[in-house]
């Protein structure tokens, strides 16, 4: 960020006067622009014993399996955005929608919020975002081929939890590691 979107001045990186965080902020109208992480909101789509998974057709992390989810859309509550990403990535509907993890990726300012949600009928096929989608069975979900670390979490927290998935919600973090692809 380089120029203030109310004034348009070039604006700074500093203190702020009662603020306990650095901010981008400019010295000339005084606006602070407050960057605030993203919620990407998904789902865990389920029927019977098996779970709704998507191969993903763009990046990052092409080719790799995912739960359907991304970015809140403004204007939306979290568990609208859940199913508008299940229809978007598998043009499957869902319903009976309940937060089941949280999941903060401090270091790039992300938060997954995953609701788990059944799956209202067997019509899913590929969205635009994704190759393929597929329905799995705990001992046959590809697990080395998880495309991000939210949701392998997620789909561990489930399987732990599947006797009684609506007991407590999962809360997890992830700090990256140099060398850590799955991060995000």
């Known amino acids: 960020m380089n120029f203030c979107s109310h004034c348009g001045h070039?604006?700074?990186?500093?203190?702020?006067p009662d603020d306990e965080h650095q901010r981008h902020h400019c010295e000339d109208c005084g606006?602070?622009?407050?960057?605030?992480?993203?919620?990407?909101?998904?789902?865990?789509?389920?029927?019977?014993d098996k779970i709704l998974l998507c191969k993903r057709a763009i990046k990052p992390r092409y080719g790799l399996w995912t739960l359907p989810g991304g970015f809140?859309?403004?204007?939306?509550?979290?568990?609208?955005?859940?199913?508008?990403e299940t229809r978007e990535e598998?043009?499957?509907?869902?319903?009976?929608?309940r937060l089941f993890s949280i999941y903060s990726l401090p270091e790039i300012g992300q938060v997954y919020m995953m609701f788990?949600?059944?799956?209202?009928?067997?019509?899913?096929?590929?969205?635009?975002?994704?190759?393929?989608?597929?329905?799995f069975r705990e001992e046959e979900i590809p697990w080395n081929e998880i495309a991000f670390s939210a949701?392998?979490?997620?789909?561990?927290?489930?399987?732990?939890?599947?006797?009684?998935?609506?007991?407590?919600?999962?809360?997890?973090?992830?700090?990256k590691s140099p060398d850590d692809?799955?991060?995000?």
């Open 90 to 97: 598998a043009n499957a509907t869902i319903e009976n929608l």
């Open 151 to 175: 949701i392998h979490f997620t789909l561990k927290k489930y399987f732990e939890n599947r006797s009684n998935p609506d007991a407590e919600i999962h809360t997890g973090f992830h700090i």
């Open 10 to 16: 070039k604006i700074t990186f500093g203190e702020v």
């Open 116 to 135: 788990l949600a059944d799956l209202m009928n067997m019509s899913f096929s590929a969205g635009r975002e994704s190759l393929e989608v597929k329905l």
């Open 181 to 184: 692809p799955k991060y995000g």
């Open 72 to 84: 809140m859309e403004i204007g939306e509550k979290v568990e609208e955005g859940a199913a508008r």
């Open 31 to 48: 606006k602070i622009h407050y960057q605030n992480p993203r919620i990407i909101v998904g789902a865990i789509p389920r029927m019977d």
